[in-house]
T-cell receptor, first 114, second 112 residues
Framework: NAGVTQTPKFQVLKTGQSMTLQCAQDMNHNSMYWYRQDPGMGLRLIYYSASEGTTDKGEVPNGYNVSRLNKREFSLRLESAAPSQTSVYFC?????????????FGEGSRLTVL | GENVEQHPSTLSVQEGDSAVIKCTYS??????FPWYKQELGKGPQLIIDIRSNVGEKKDQRIAVTLNKTAKHFSLHITETQPEDSAVYFC???????????FGTGTRLTIIP
């Protein structure tokens, strides 16, 4: 089982460039999430999607957009990258039908903005 | 919204000793408290969780305790081993909601 797959694993951008982080899950989960991890800040929710066709803001949505392309895929887009967006980004998914509440995480995408 | 505080931020213990990580939460409506372990270069993985209708839960060497009155919960690891070295995150949520709030993490180092 692949679980949650994120691409790319590493990316370096210049300020003002744009990019999209891709995420796909093969567990037939309804809910998908994007978190960022920064030293001393823990994991902070950027956006989430409770079901195909819906997206909602999390704690730190500014500077990001998301697309729930289908049930499997949830992408995160940085339209004009800033150094403050240097971080490790994690995608996660969760079953909402009789599930335990467990989040399943990908292995992360490390983004550096110069 | 929910706010979760976690202490300590770093913890070093001798192999075989016990480790305790503590968290407090702010929203008295929260009723589900998971703990995640993150190994180097990996995503976090659930290791144990507890719901507010119980005060303690054990799974082999790890246990979690919950004090609803104090809005406080803790992770206990006994007989620590080198493979326990990792970053641990506590979290809190109203079960069924979407916005899981994490603590800031504890880097646990087991000294051989």
């Amino acid at each position: 089982n692949a679980g949650v797959t994120q691409t790319p694993k590493f990316q370096v951008l210049k300020t003002g460039q744009s990019m999209t982080l891709q995420c796909a899950q093969d567990m037939n989960h309804n809910s998908m999430y994007w978190y960022r991890q920064d030293p001393g800040m823990g994991l902070r929710l950027i956006y989430y999607s409770a079901s195909e066709g819906t997206t909602d803001k999390g704690e730190v949505p500014n500077g990001y957009n998301v697309s729930r392309l289908n049930k499997r895929e949830f992408s995160l887009r940085l339209e004009s990258a800033a150094p403050s967006q240097t971080s490790v980004y994690f995608c996660a998914s969760k079953s909402t039908s009789g599930g335990t509440g467990e989040l399943f995480f990908g292995e992360g995408s490390r983004l550096t903005v110069l | 919204g929910e706010n979760v505080e976690q202490h300590p931020s770093t913890l070093s213990v001798q192999e075989g000793d016990s480790a305790v990580i503590k968290c407090t939460y702010s929203d008295s409506a929260s009723n589900y408290f998971p703990w995640y372990k993150q190994e180097l270069g990996k995503g976090p993985q659930l290791i144990i969780d507890i719901r507010s209708n119980v005060g303690e839960k054990k799974d082999q060497r790890i246990a979690v305790t919950l004090n609803k009155t104090a809005k406080h919960f803790s992770l206990h690891i006994t007989e620590t081993q080198p493979e326990d070295s990792a970053v641990y995150f506590c979290a809190a949520i109203i079960f069924g909601n979407e916005k899981l709030t994490f603590g800031t993490g504890t880097r646990l180092t087991i000294i051989p």
